[in-house]
């Protein structure tokens, strides 16, 4: 998502779209757009990048009317749209005042469509690199995500986040339990790729996937494990690790004593310490003083 100003994208975008060299401008900006995608993740005003992002991604969205196979493109919508899901409609519902019911239903179908839409894309970035597997891997067919390699590690670990989002979100939970082993699947396979991506990223990812009950392949102990993990390859600076225990493994287990612990270590993470981390760890922190708040009614 990050990019020139959007004003003067859609000023060249006005500039090119009468001229005889069209493409050649809409594919430079396309890869201008992805290839600078991540400068949201170092702003230290979440209200800012909330106000920015959708303007961004639309934009992408119709540069991909143009080029529907563009990586790039696909990649940052992919990511993009997954982490405004997160961020700033999930995590809103989360957060917010549970008397505000209509609100927080709104919110969470929001969420829960801005993850459905981000997997698709997710799907269509992981097919231009492995023919095919677009069509397949969603009813079950996980046999091309061994032809993936470590350059579609991003675009895996984004597409298992948009659908452990889209499932936690889902109106009838149970009726998408099969899906659970396909992203466990391709998880699993950023995995064995680059088990480092990103200080650890993927390994959060794991803890609230093995936060599951284990009738679902969860396992507090494996969960554990990538909590370790993961804090060992961020140097225990990202809050969302903390988080992710808590809410995953603390919570259900009853445990007051830890939950609270892993809150307020996260809220104790340096925000300034790692700056390509900045907005994922106020993010968190936002959520962890919310669940804090309320940990009375928790437990």
């Not at 779209?17 to 201008?32: F, P």
């Not at 209200?47 to 119709?62: D, G, I, Q």
């Not at 008397?99 to 801005?114: H, K, P, S, V, Y």
């Not at 969603?138 to 452990?164: F, I, Q």
Request: glycine share 8%; with cysteine; proline share 5%.
């Amino acid at each position: 998502m990050r990019t020139c100003g959007v004003g003067l994208i859609l000023t060249v975008a006005v500039a090119v779209s009468g001229c005889s060299v069209k493409r050649m401008g809409l594919e430079r900006m396309a890869d201008a757009i992805s290839s600078t995608s991540s400068a949201f993740a170092s702003d230290n005003d979440p209200e800012f990048v909330r106000l920015a992002a959708p303007s961004n991604l639309k934009l992408v969205e119709m540069l991909l009317q143009d080029q529907p196979r563009h990586h790039g493109l696909l990649s940052t919508a992919c990511s993009g749209f997954t982490q405004y899901a997160y961020a700033f409609l999930q995590v809103d519902a989360d957060t917010a005042d549970p008397a505000r019911e209509t609100e927080i239903r709104d919110l969470r179908g929001r969420a829960a469509r801005m993850y459905d839409r981000a997997r698709g894309y997710c799907l269509r970035a992981l097919d231009v690199r492995v023919a095919g597997i677009g069509s397949v891997l969603p009813v079950g067919k996980t046999e091309g995500l061994r032809r993936a390699t470590m350059s579609d590690v991003p675009t895996l670990y984004w597409l298992g986040a948009a659908w452990g989002g889209s499932l936690t979100l889902a109106e009838s939970p149970a009726m998408r339990i099969g899906e659970i082993p396909l992203l466990r699947a391709v998880l699993q396979r950023a995995l064995e790729l680059d088990p480092g991506w990103e200080s650890g990223a993927i390994h959060e990812a794991m803890i609230a996937l093995e936060g599951l009950p284990p009738l679902l392949g969860g396992s507090p102990v494996r969960a554990r494990e990538h909590f370790e993990k993961a804090n060992q390859l961020s140097g225990g600076d990202s809050a969302f690790a903390y988080v992710a225990l808590a809410t995953s493994v603390a919570q259900p287990a009853k445990d007051r004593a830890e939950f609270e612990r892993l809150l307020r270590t996260a809220l104790a993470v340096d925000v300034s310490k790692r700056p390509s981390m900045r907005l994922p760890n106020l993010i968190a922190q936002k959520r962890a003083r919310a669940l804090l708040a309320r940990i009375e009614t928790l437990f």
